[in-house]
C-alpha cells in the first residue's frame, strides 16, 4: 500500500565529495623533455671557471721514417702548438625564485609548495641549458661546426645517404646524430619508403631509431625553420678529442652538477627569494668531432602528396 510524503534519497555525488579528499598530482609542466643530449655529453669538471683548449697548429711539419740499415742519422721533428689556444668560460644562468611565506606556511600540504617551486625552477632552467648547448651562438654545437665539415641535403627529406656523408665527416667512433623529432620523422618516412626502415636500439630505458648502428637521439631545441631541420653527427669524449661538456663542482648549494640553489632571505613584504644557478659550457675538441647536415625538409607531404603543397 503506498505512503504519502516525499521518499528518501541516496546521498548524492555532490554532497558526499565535500568529506572526500581529493588524491593530488604535484605540478605537470609539458615543456619538461628526457634532454638526452646532457645524458650522452661527457661533463668534465673545470675549477677555475676556464678551459683552455690547446691544438696543434701544422700537423704535416710532423717527420716520421722507419729505421736507416745504414745507420744515418734520423731527422729530427717536433710538433708545435698554437700560441693562442681559445679559452672557455663557464656561462652562468641565473633566475629568481620567489615565494610569500604566508603560502609556503598554509598551503604546503601535501605537496611543499617551495620545494614543488624549486622544482619546475630547475627544469626549466635544465631545458634552457640544452637549448644553450646547440644554439648558443659562443658555444653551441651549431655555431661550433667548422665550415668544413657542414653539408646540405642531397634531397628535400633526410635520406640514408644524407646520414652517410655525415659519418664520413665524423667516422673516428661517432656517438650518436642529434636532430628535431620531426627530422626522425622525416627520415623515417624516407627509409621505409626505400624499403629500408632502420633497426631500433634500446638506451635510457627508451627505444630510437639508428642508422649504421647510431642512435638519432631527438631534441625539440633543434631549430625547424621553414620547414627545414639539420642533423648533427656527434663524437664525444676527452680521451677521443671529441665533444665535452663542462661544469663548475664543488658550488655552494649544490643540486645537480653545475647548479645550485641558495636562500637570499626574506623581505619587508614577506617575501623568500631563492637564486637558482646554473654554469656550464661545451667545447669541440677538434674539427671532426662533429658534423652538420643543413636544409632538411620535414614536411610530411614532400614527394608523398603534392596536392596538399602550397
Known amino acids: 500500500m503506498a505512503t504519502g510524503g516525499p521518499q528518501p534519497m541516496a546521498l548524492g555525488d555532490d554532497a558526499a565529495r565535500t568529506l572526500a579528499n581529493a588524491t593530488k598530482t604535484v605540478p605537470q609542466m609539458e615543456s619538461i623533455s628526457p634532454r638526452w643530449l646532457v645524458h650522452l655529453l661527457n661533463w668534465i669538471p673545470v675549477e677555475a671557471g676556464i678551459y683552455r683548449r690547446n691544438r696543434v697548429t701544422d700537423e704535416d711539419t710532423v717527420d716520421i721514417q722507419c729505421d736507416n740499415f745504414d745507420e744515418s742519422p734520423l731527422p729530427e721533428t717536433f710538433i708545435d702548438y698554437e700560441k693562442d689556444p681559445r679559452e672557455y668560460r663557464l656561462k652562468a644562468v641565473h633566475t629568481i625564485l620567489d615565494v610569500h611565506t604566508r603560502v609556503s606556511d598554509l598551503y604546503s600540504s601535501p605537496h611543499d609548495q617551495i620545494a614543488q617551486q624549486l622544482r619546475l625552477t630547475i627544469e626549466a632552467i635544465k631545458e634552457h641549458q640544452e637549448g644553450e648547448l646547440i644554439n648558443s651562438p659562443d658555444y653551441g654545437l651549431i655555431a661550433n661546426t667548422p665550415a668544413k665539415q657542414r653539408i646540405s641535403t642531397l634531397a628535400g627529406p633526410p635520406t640514408p645517404d644524407d646520414l652517410d656523408n655525415l659519418i664520413t665527416k ?83 648549494g649544490e643540486q645537480s652538477p653545475g647548479l645550485s640553489v641558495k636562500f637570499m632571505g626574506i623581505d619587508r613584504s614577506a617575501i623568500a627569494s631563492y637564486l637558482v644557478s646554473l654554469y656550464c659550457s661545451l667545447v669541440v675538441l677538434t674539427d671532426d668531432a662533429i658534423a652538420l647536415l643543413e636544409g632538411a625538409d620535414v614536411d610530411k607531404f614532400h614527394d608523398y602528396a603534392p596536392k596538399y603543397r602550397k
Open 170 to 252: 665524423v667516422w673516428k667512433e661517432p656517438g650518436f646524430f642529434l636532430t628535431h623529432p620531426e627530422g626522425i620523422a622525416a627520415f623515417g618516412r624516407e627509409c621505409t619508403r626505400r624499403g629500408v626502415p632502420p633497426p631500433t636500439v634500446s638506451l635510457f630505458g627508451s627505444q630510437f631509431l639508428t642508422w649504421r648502428g647510431i642512435p638519432i637521439i631527438p631534441s625539440d631545441k633543434v631549430p625547424v625553420t621553414g620547414g627545414k631541420t639539420s642533423f648533427l653527427l656527434i663524437r664525444t669524449g676527452e680521451s677521443r678529442q671529441g665533444v665535452v661538456g663542462l661544469f663548475q663542482p664543488g658550488l655552494a
